[in-house]
């Protein structure tokens, strides 16, 4: 399903990288645009853009949008 991207806070993308960067562990909820919740957990490998769009790759595990990304470690992520 293609919907357009919204772009995160600036301040939170500072925080994703520094995660990545510590290589600390961290949770997060992912809402899809089917409606579904998935709750991930592990380190953050890589954030990267894609043709407009940016993600998250969690190592061994999803690859994630930004923006639908809805809490990172229990705290909103708007």
């Known amino acids: 399903m293609d919907q357009?991207?919204?772009p995160i806070n600036c301040e939170r993308?500072?925080?994703l990288l520094a995660l990545a960067t510590l290589r600390r562990p961290c949770t997060l909820d992912m809402a899809?645009?089917?409606g579904t919740l998935d709750n991930l957990a592990g380190v953050?490998?890589?954030v990267?853009?894609?043709t407009g769009v940016e993600?998250?790759?969690l190592r061994g595990g999803p690859t994630v949008r930004l923006d639908?990304?809805?809490t990172l470690d229990g705290r909103p992520f708007p």
Do not use: F, G, Q, S
Request: net charge negative; hydrophobic share 30%; glycine share 0%.
């Open 48 to 50: 990267y853009a894609d």
């Open 32 to 34: 899809r645009p089917d």
């Open 13 to 15: 993308h500072d925080e």
């Open 4 to 6: 357009p991207y919204i």
């Open 55 to 57: 993600y998250l790759r």
């Open 68 to 70: 639908w990304i809805r």
């Open 44 to 46: 953050i490998e890589d």
